[in-house]
C-alpha cells in the first residue's frame, strides 16, 4: 500500500497535513518456469497460461507449446505467462541437443558401474567401434570434462577427483548420438 501526506507550513503556526487518495497495489511475481529434458532432444517446460521458446537469446518461430523438440545445438529457454499476464524467463539451458537419436545404436553401448566412484567402463560393439565412435563426458552444466575420445571396444573413464553430481557420456556414430547419463558419487 502507497500513501502520500505532504504537509505545508502556515508562518509559524502548527504544519496544516493534506492528505492523498490512498492506491492499493498488488505487484505480481511470477513462478520461474523451469525446463526439463523429458526425452532425447525434448525440453519440457513446467506448467503456464502461455510459452514461447527461445535458442541463443532469438525467439523460435511457432514454438509455444509445454514441449519443444530441438532440431540444433544451443542455449535454450522459455518465457512463459501466468493466468495475469505475468512473463518469467527460465534458465538457460546450454548443450542439451543430443542429436538424433538411434535405439538400435544405444542397444549395443553399455557403461557400468553406474553410480561410479572412481572408474567407469564403457562397451561398445565390435560393429560400432568399426564404424567409428567417438564419446566426450560433460558435467552437469554442460562444461566438457572429458574431450573428445575414439572409443575402443572397452573404454576406461577415470572420475577419480571429478566433483559428485551428474555426468553425460556421450558418444556420436554416424551422425547419431546416445547419451548415457552417469553419477558420480564419493
Same mark, same amino acid.
Request: proline share 5%.
Given at each position: 500500500?502507497?500513501?502520500?501526506?505532504?504537509? /505545508?507550513?502556515?508562518?509559524?503556526?502548527?504544519?496544516?497535513?493534506?492528505?492523498?487518495?490512498?492506491?492499493?497495489?498488488?505487484?505480481?511475481?511470477?513462478?520461474?518456469?523451469?525446463?526439463?529434458?523429458?526425452?532425447?532432444?525434448?525440453?519440457?517446460?513446467?506448467?503456464?497460461?502461455?510459452?514461447?521458446?527461445?535458442?541463443? $537469446?532469438?525467439?523460435?518461430?511457432?514454438?509455444?507449446?509445454?514441449?519443444?523438440?530441438?532440431?540444433?545445438? $544451443?542455449?535454450?529457454?522459455?518465457?512463459?505467462? *501466468?493466468?495475469?499476464?505475468?512473463?518469467?524467463?527460465?534458465?538457460?539451458?546450454?548443450?542439451?541437443?543430443?542429436?538424433? /537419436? *538411434?535405439?538400435?545404436?544405444?542397444?549395443?553401448?553399455?557403461?557400468?558401474?553406474?553410480?561410479?566412484?572412481?572408474?567407469?567402463?564403457?562397451?561398445?560393439?565390435?560393429?560400432?567401434?568399426?564404424?567409428?565412435?567417438? /564419446?566426450?563426458?560433460?558435467?552437469?552444466?554442460?562444461?566438457?570434462?572429458?574431450?573428445?575420445?575414439?572409443?575402443?571396444?572397452?573404454?576406461?573413464?577415470?572420475?577419480?577427483?571429478?566433483?559428485?553430481?551428474? /555426468?553425460?557420456?556421450?558418444?556420436?556414430?554416424?551422425?547419431?548420438?546416445?547419451?548415457?547419463?552417469?553419477?558420480?558419487?564419493?
Amino acid at each position: 500500500m502507497i500513501k502520500a501526506i505532504k504537509t /505545508y507550513r502556515t508562518g509559524c503556526s502548527q504544519p496544516t497535513p493534506v492528505g492523498s487518495n490512498v492506491i492499493a497495489m498488488t505487484v505480481r511475481t511470477p513462478n520461474k518456469p523451469v525446463v526439463t529434458i523429458s526425452s532425447p532432444n525434448t525440453l519440457l517446460s513446467t506448467t503456464a497460461i502461455q510459452y514461447q521458446w527461445y535458442e541463443n $537469446g532469438e525467439i523460435i518461430n511457432l514454438a509455444t507449446a509445454q514441449r519443444y523438440l530441438m532440431t540444433e545445438s $544451443g542455449v535454450y529457454k522459455v518465457r512463459t505467462a *501466468d493466468s495475469y499476464g505475468c512473463f518469467a524467463f527460465s534458465d538457460d539451458l546450454p548443450n542439451a541437443f543430443t542429436g538424433l /537419436y *538411434d535405439e538400435e545404436i544405444a542397444g549395443q553401448i553399455s557403461t557400468y558401474p553406474n553410480p561410479v566412484k572412481g572408474e567407469m567402463v564403457l562397451e561398445v560393439s565390435n560393429d560400432l567401434v568399426m564404424q567409428g565412435v567417438d /564419446y566426450t563426458v560433460v558435467n552437469e552444466l554442460g562444461q566438457s570434462v572429458i574431450t573428445p575420445q575414439k572409443a575402443s571396444r572397452s573404454n576406461k573413464i577415470n572420475f577419480s577427483g571429478r566433483a559428485s553430481g551428474l /555426468y553425460l557420456v556421450r558418444l556420436s556414430v554416424n551422425g547419431s548420438t546416445v547419451i548415457r547419463r552417469v553419477v558420480k558419487v564419493d
